[in-house]
């Protein structure tokens, strides 16, 4: 089945939008222009764009985007110069600070809390140094869920981010791209429907000088709520002390086992009863005595 998922992901006319998406690419390919090109979408569509940037400076992310040709507003926390706020008593921005407190900040003096915003966190490896892995992915939580959040959007290297973060928040995320280190480029999109349907889907695209996206070749599939692959496995593992896998010769031993319902539907069988000293056996009438 061929189905266009990264286009509809990243033109925001997936229906409804993924709240939380998560964009991962590599130490070989960059994942940000594909981040700019859902910016642009959304900046098209005249929404307020919140970025927390950790490498470059807000000047060439808007000369990049060409913020001028388009009526959304974007505002910026600069955590690439001195993400800690050492170098100053008053500190635009601290990313060892709660996630969510310094996203919301922004969204309550900018936009007045009248309406939804997009929330853009540029390199979520850099904001890991600073936080404890629990607090991270409570603050990734906390927004994706806010209601005046339409969409949280997240890049990440997941050749750097520590494994037990990156599956956790490709746990948490409504959508995730795999950015891949190919020619042409290509990647891989899982996409969570409210549903419990997950399709998954490899796609070749290319890159235009104005950051749109152009897919030029797809391959889908869907996948049913039941069914578990082995990243779902790798994330269960995890997470618990004790082991939830199954071995082959278990597995086997499972599929061969013959449960006694079953044996007795295929084979037929009889009820044995053996009465107790108390039964009544009497076969008078117990109701003899009523009018009926």
């Not at 490498?55 to 992310?61: G, Q, T, Y």
């Not at 404890?132 to 750097?160: F, K, M, T």
């Not at 037990?164 to 280190?181: D, E, M, Q, W």
């Not at 969570?192 to 235009?208: A, I, Q, R, Y």
Request: aromatic share 4%; with cysteine; charged share 20%.
């Amino acid at each position: 089945m061929f189905k266009n998922i990264l286009g509809k992901v990243l033109k925001c006319s997936e229906t409804p939008i993924p709240r939380f998406l998560l964009l991962t690419d590599t130490s070989e390919v960059c994942g940000r222009g594909v981040l700019w090109s859902i910016m642009q979408s959304h900046l098209h569509n005249n929404a307020s764009i919140i970025y927390l940037s950790t490498e470059l400076s807000p000047e060439h992310i808007k000369s990049s985007l060409n913020v001028k040709e388009s009526n959304g507003k974007l505002h910026f926390h600069d955590a690439t110069v001195d993400p800690c706020g050492w170098d100053n008593d008053q500190p635009n921005v601290n990313v060892a600070q709660p996630l969510h407190n310094i996203m919301n900040s922004s969204y309550v003096k900018g936009s007045g809390g009248t309406q939804k915003v997009v929330m853009v966190i540029d390199r979520l490896e850099k904001i890991a140094l600073y936080q404890d892995p629990l607090q991270l992915i409570r603050s990734l939580h906390i927004l994706a869920s806010e209601e005046h959040v339409q969409q949280l959007i997240v890049l990440s290297g997941r050749d750097v981010l520590p494994e037990n973060i990156l599956s956790a928040v490709c746990h948490l995320a409504s959508a995730v791209v795999y950015v891949l280190p190919t020619t042409p480029s290509s990647c891989k999109v899982v996409l969570k429907k409210p549903s419990g349907k997950v399709l998954k889907s490899h796609e070749e695209f290319t890159l235009t000088p104005d950051l749109q996206v152009q897919v030029r070749k797809a391959q889908s599939q869907t996948t049913s709520p039941s069914t578990t692959d082995p990243e779902t496995d790798a994330i269960l593992a995890a997470q618990t002390t004790f082991n939830l896998a199954l071995t082959d010769d278990q597995r086997r031993a499972k599929n061969n086992l013959l449960l006694p319902h079953t044996r007795i539907q295929s084979t037929g069988g009889q009820i044995h009863y053996t009465p107790d000293d108390v039964d009544d056996w009497d076969d008078d009438d117990p109701d003899d005595d009523l009018d009926i």
